[in-house]
């Protein structure tokens, strides 16, 4: 039977496409002007369709000297934060997920008491600093590298796993590493696929902890870069008051140029996302309801 | 078989960040290994110095004339000097970050000596006074402005706390499309100087006339933006004669700002003649939205035909709108005031930032000599032109620059000279060129009337309820020149701010413009 399509239908299909523009107006004009000629640009700065098509943009921003290393520090913190941050996550949540451990109430209260308390921005500091990791990639990897939300997700879906598989392999002879990373991990993949994917995006946007902790452009990351393109003029721009003179001094990227910046840095996560999304969704449900 | 590349991927990744920690820390910006030294007479005496200059520039790295700058202020005072530049976007967490941990540079810049942190950082002692150090600095003294010594005493102990890092003070004029007057055929005098009702007459026939021919209603007069806080203000404050705080003509208090006196329509008539333009679409409708770097585009691009701006940008604006329309063609114009006269606002105090020197300077003396040395004749010639060899060649005697330096990120924003407008003009330009900028600058300079404030701020000003009181002024501002209001609403908003903050302001103010003006 044909189903009958109803006014209510075609006004939720309305609604979604017009937020679907909403979402995809900024994307489509930036990736329109980044490809447009800085004429074309300054005669319609809103296009979403490209004109006097030139990749000049590109070629220029893919010859900054920062891009590239800032790139490959941002994939090299997000590589390196991942995988040892899962493998803490698998090792903690493990035996934490077990109800008979002793002590495992007092451990998660204080996995617990670090989400809703923390030593804050300066004792922070202090700790990089006196550990030697001031303007080195470790300063962006180790403070974010443990998240009590992400290790209560993964706590909570390892107890769901039926201990009898455990029980099975420990009769067999198995020791608790091995049920670990050859019974729990296997069958915890969903969760790991959803963590890795939060740490990633995570690592992937953080830009405040190189402000802080970073000196050197070397070691900047992809999106300090990014921030600086964009808004680095304009925060001079701020400091100089209207002194139109000092305004004039300084060095503004044009528009297309940072607009090229943008696509390029947000393509990787541009391209894995439509295929990874499910797992942020899963991510939140996961864990949270307990049959 | 899995279990071993589990552990041996996140072995890899353990030791990925072990390698990538104790990486090489050293960036371009720093220069640790300076020549040895041959600099100017008495420095090679005193032993070396290391210092750190913290800094806010366009650049975290320094270009290749910033280095050869550097090295070359190294070798003449027997310094190592290191530069730490935060990214612009995260320079106030930075330097909060430093004066709260301790990890400081030996100097550091302040945009401004107003700066909540610089201030307690000067009570806290984490900022040193530097008169002693300033006795032997004749450079600095002598290219500085005296107001900006006034502003730089912050401790209520007569004590200096930075080193100016000073701007020309200016009262720039306008900008206009010369390829759309010489369209509507409008002549501007040969001293660039017209009245403001020229001026209004010409900005209407740009927002009326089609002066770029395209057969649409598309243009504007004047290209203006919000201000850096996101309010607005009325324009054509200078010709209407808005000079902020002067000698009153009589009433309670001496000094006063038209923009606070309740018995002055100045400020409500600019207020109004904004809204008037901003109806009948002669300035930019979308100004309010705009910050300054949007005002040029929108000029650039031929949407608006007048904005105002600095003589010395000439040829940086000309190339830039001749790549979007070849025929763009620029004037620069000064509008007299109401009465006929050539007068312009200069605010502030000669600063644009300065440098302050910490309690963590390993020598206190060497690092006002380094600046000392970058204001005088030699280093400033280094500073103005450039190194020989990289920014310029000597042959025959003359020097011939290669092509403009962009890349002067730190070479042109440490010092200035007090009123050397010169500064500005690239030294490759041709004379003509020269010839033709140089008078309006020069002119920017002279037309100058100092708001006697020099930027000082009442302490009840700094209160958080007068702080939320101030949202009125920008909220009914804004409401007036959109339309949403009358211009008496503003001055209903100042009777109230009479009331409640203002006697307590206008008698600060005055008390503080009193002592000023009586030291003089």
Known sequence: MRKRIELFDIAVYLIVSVICMVMLYPLLNVAAVSISSHTAYMQNPMRIWPSDITFDAYKDILSHPVLARSYLNTIMITISGVAIGIFLYIITAYPLSKVHLKGRAIMINLVIFTMLFNGGLIPNFYLIRSLGMVDT??????????????????????????????????????????????????????????????????????????????????????????????????????????????????????????????????????????????????????????? | MKLKKAIACVGAAVLLVAVTACGDKGGPAEIDDPKPTSGAAGETAKPKVNMTIMGEFASSNLSETDKLLVQSIEEATNTAIKFDIPPSTGYTERLQLSLTTGDLADVVWFPSPDDASFLKAVKDGVIIPIDEYLNEADNIQNYSYDISWDALRVNGDDKVYGIPRTTVI?????????????????????????????????????????????????????????????????????????????????????????????????????????????????????????????????????????????????????????????????????????????????????????????????????????????????????????????????????????????????????????????????????????????????????????SKDRNYTPAIAKTPPYLDFNKKFSEVTTKIIIGDAQSSEYKEVLQDWNTKFGQTYLKEMNDYIDQIENKK
């Open chain 1, 137 to 291: 990639l470790a300063a962006l990897v180790f403070p974010t590298l443990f998240s009590a939300f992400s290790l209560i997700l993964m706590i909570n879906f390892m107890q769901n796993i039926p201990e009898e598989l455990e029980e099975a392999a420990k009769i067999d002879g198995a020791s608790e590493p091995y049920i670990l990373f050859k019974i729990v991990v296997p069958l915890s993949m969903p969760i790991i696929a959803t963590l890795t994917l939060f740490a990633a995006v995570g690592y992937w946007n953080s830009f405040f902890s190189a402000i802080i902790y970073i000196r050197s452009v070397e070691n900047w990351p992809l999106m300090l870069f990014l921030r600086e393109v964009i808004e680095g003029a304009k925060m001079l721009q701020i400091s100089a008051g209207g002194n139109n003179a000092e305004i004039g001094n300084m060095n503004v990227m044009p528009e297309t140029l940072k607009y090229a910046t943008i696509m390029i840095v947000i393509l990787p996560i541009l391209s894995v996302y439509p295929f990874l999304q499910r797992y942020f969704v899963k991510g939140i449900m996961l864990g949270s309801v307990k049959g």
């Open chain 2, 170 to 450: 200016r009262s720039d004029g306008y900008w206009f499309r010369k390829d759309w007057l010489d369209k509507l055929n409008i002549q501007i005098p040969d001293n660039n100087e017209i009245t403001f009702d020229q001026m209004l007459d010409i900005m209407t026939k740009f927002s009326k006339e089609d002066p770029d021919g395209n057969g649409k209603h598309d243009t504007y007069g004047y290209g203006w933006a919000a201000q850096p806080d996101k309010s607005i203000r009325p324009v054509f404050q200078n010709e209407l004669g808005l000079y902020g705080w002067q000698e009153s003509d009589g009433g309670e208090y001496k000094y006063m700002n038209p923009q606070y006196d309740l018995n002055s329509d100045k400020y409500t008539k600019a207020l109004e003649l904004t809204a008037k333009l901003f109806k009948e679409g002669v300035i930019d409708p979308d100004g309010p939205t705009l910050d300054g770097g949007k005002v040029l585009e929108q000029f650039q691009s031929g949407k608006t035909g007048v904005i105002d701006g600095f003589a010395g940008h000439y040829e940086t604006f000309l190339n830039a709108g001749k790549q979007i329309n070849p025929e763009f063609e620029l004037a620069y114009v000064f509008v007299k005031n109401e009465q006929g006269e050539m007068k312009g606002l200069g605010q502030g105090t000669g600063l644009w930032g300065f440098w302050a020197v910490t309690s963590s300077a390993s020598d206190p003396q060497r690092v006002v000599d380094v600046f000392d040395y970058m204001l005088s004749d030699e280093g400033w010639d280094s500073i103005y032109t450039g190194i020989e060899g990289h920014d310029y060649k000597v042959e025959n005697n003359q020097r011939v620059y290669s092509a403009t330096p962009l890349e002067t990120f730190v070479r042109k924003n440490m010092v200035r000279r007090a009123n050397d407008f010169m500064f500005f003009i690239n030294p490759a330009m041709s004379e003509e060129l020269k010839q033709k900028l140089v008078p309006n600058i020069e002119k920017a300079v002279k037309r100058i009337v100092m």
